[in-house]
């Protein structure tokens, strides 16, 4: 330690370890709000990530799926990715109907929009639709970044 003092090498550590927990890049979503737009401009497929706060399963792939560079790049190139909190409370106009939040018990309550894009109660789900807006695909799980990308590679 010569030369320099302990608080530099505090200071040295705090900095480190603020850098290692800096939250990583998610891939850029889009709202349901834009959506319709976007699809006039350029049809794409349509990934929508349902999910909410209290999911472990969801933030693990908000952690490790959504933020690998390989996975974001091929959301960014093959779809348009809608990632959606299943509990919002905002009221969303889409394809013409209003949708906003149920609730279900004294202290729950799911979005109309993530009901009406899902065919159970369970999350993390990843809900694919067409250019049509048609339900091509549901899964209800947890989705790596290897499976993400063979699903998207498949599309």
């Not at 705090?14 to 889009?30: E, F, G, N, R, Y």
């Not at 959606?84 to 889409?94: H, M, T």
Request: glycine share 4%; charged share 20%; net charge positive.
């Amino acid at each position: 330690m010569r030369g320099r003092s302990l608080s530099y090498y505090f200071i040295r550590c705090v900095v480190l370890l603020c850098i290692s927990w800096a939250p990583k890049a998610q891939a850029q979503a889009i709202t349901f709000s834009t959506l319709e737009k976007k699809m006039q401009e350029q049809e794409k497929p349509i990934v929508v990530f349902l999910h909410t706060n209290w999911c472990n399963y969801c933030a693990l792939m908000e952690k490790k799926t959504f933020s690998n560079a390989t996975v974001q790049e091929a959301l960014k190139d093959k779809v348009y990715f809608v990632s959606f909190d299943a509990e919002s409370k905002e009221k969303i106009q889409f394809q013409g109907k209003a949708f906003g939040y149920r609730k279900k018990g004294l202290q729950s309550g799911v979005h109309e929009l993530a009901e009406a894009l899902t065919s159970q109660n369970a999350y993390p789900a990843l809900v694919i639709l067409n250019k049509n807006y048609e339900i091509i695909y549901q899964h209800y799980a947890y989705v790596g970044p290897k499976e993400m990308l063979q699903l998207l590679k498949a599309l």
